[in-house]
């Protein structure tokens, strides 16, 4: 099997595209963590410690998670610019006429790529959790006990 230069040329809009999205991705992180360290700071200065440990501890729990993130991140985005420059690579050597060099490097480009997209999927489930914390703090606030129950009505045992 022969490639011609149009071959990795397909993939430029591509790549490019995922670029994009990994780094809005990256951006949202960033808003979020600047979010949860200002959340941090001001619970240092309320005065319920039991709300104030707690709140700090999912706090962190959530910068840890987004620490991890973030370094997924950055390993998308440095294999998809490797994958890049393994397609402008590619085309160089088709140009000079070295087609052997050429497969080599559009290979790695290739599996460059599905690294990134591999890491990609990681970054998501990660994110996932992240929300599951979020929703079972929230399912956590909304538990009752014997005295609320009461209070409400609640007949749910």
């Known amino acids: 099997m022969e490639i011609s230069l149009t071959t990795p040329a397909l993939l430029f809009p591509a790549i490019s595209l995922l670029l994009l999205a990994y780094t809005n991705r990256f951006l949202a992180l960033a808003n979020l963590v600047r979010k949860l360290h200002d959340e941090y700071i001001e619970t240092r200065n ?22 991890r993130r973030i370094n997924l991140i950055r390993y998308m985005q440095g294999l998809g610019v490797l994958s890049f420059l393994g397609c402008v690579g ?13 497969e080599f490097i559009f290979a790695m480009a290739l599996l460059s ?10 970054e998501i489930i990660q994110s996932t959790k992240a929300i599951e914390l979020e929703l079972s703090d929230i399912e956590e606030l909304e538990k009752g006990n014997i005295f609320t129950d009461i209070i409400s009505g609640n007949k749910e045992n």
Do not use: P
Not at 46 to 67: A, C, G, P, S, V
Not at 90 to 102: K, N, Q
């Open 113 to 122: 790529l599905l690294a990134s997209l591999f890491i990609s999927l990681a």
């Open 90 to 102: 590619c085309m160089y050597s088709l140009y000079r006429g070295a087609a052997a060099v050429a």
């Open 46 to 67: 309320q005065h319920d410690e039991f709300k104030e440990t707690h709140k700090r501890k999912i706090i962190l729990w959530q910068i840890k998670n987004l620490r």
